[in-house]
Every structure is written in C-alpha cells, then in structure tokens.
C-alpha cells in the first residue's frame, strides 16, 4: 500500500525557515512526479510546487517563487520543500502528492496523498 508522510511543519514568525519532507512508501518512487499542495482554512486547495521523476524540472506557483525550493532524494524516496522568507499568507496545511504523469499544477494529475502537515506562519 502507497502511503506518504509528511512532515516537518509547525509554528513559525513571519520571515522564518521551514523545511518539510514528505517520505513515499512507493516502489517505483523515481518514476514518479511528486508536488506540494496547500490548503488554507476556507480555501480550496492550491499548487505549490512540482518535481519531475528525474529531477531535472521542477514548477512553483508564482506566489512562492523565490521563496520555497522543492527537491528530491530518489534514494530516500523522499521529496522535501525548502521554505525561506515564510509570511501569514503561507499559513496552510501542506499536502505531498505522487503522480506519474507531469502535469504539475493539477490535483486530478496525482494518484496519491499525504495526510497532511500544518505550517503556521505567525505575524
């Protein structure tokens, strides 16, 4: 069974640091694109960032750019968001995704979730 876990979020003051991982019990985990996802309260859930299977592209929503980096360990069938200059609006649950096609900013583009993880950027 595929799951994957998030983890790496909580509390933190505006112009912060975090880093989130996101560690997939996937088999063929280098096949797979892998995303972040948020959803703020009363939000739909939105893109954040994007990852091809072999690293070599990546995509962030615009208001991110600069800011979060997304990056993976094929190894570690692991996938990890770098998150610098955290402000109130980042306030979400942030959610990995697995999927193998590379249409990255598209929620029905992604087979499997996480549960989850809360980032709280506080003001």
């Known amino acids: 069974q595929v799951q994957l876990v998030e983890s790496g979020g909580g509390l933190v003051q505006a112009g912060g640091s975090l880093r989130l991982s996101c560690a997939a019990s996937i088999r063929t985990f280098s096949a797979y694109t892998m995303a972040w996802f948020r959803q703020a309260p009363g939000k739909e859930r939105e893109f954040v960032s994007a990852i091809r299977y072999s690293g070599d592209s990546t995509r962030y929503a615009d208001s991110v750019k600069g800011r979060f980096t997304i990056s993976r360990d094929n190894a570690k069938s692991t996938v990890y968001l770098q998150m610098n200059s955290l402000q109130p609006d980042d306030t979400a649950v942030y959610y990995c995704?697995?999927?193998?096609?590379?249409?990255?900013?598209?929620?029905?583009?992604?087979?499997?979730w996480g549960q989850g993880t809360q980032v709280t950027v506080s003001s």
């Open positions: 995704a697995a999927g193998l096609r590379w249409v990255p900013t598209t929620t029905p583009g992604y087979t499997y």
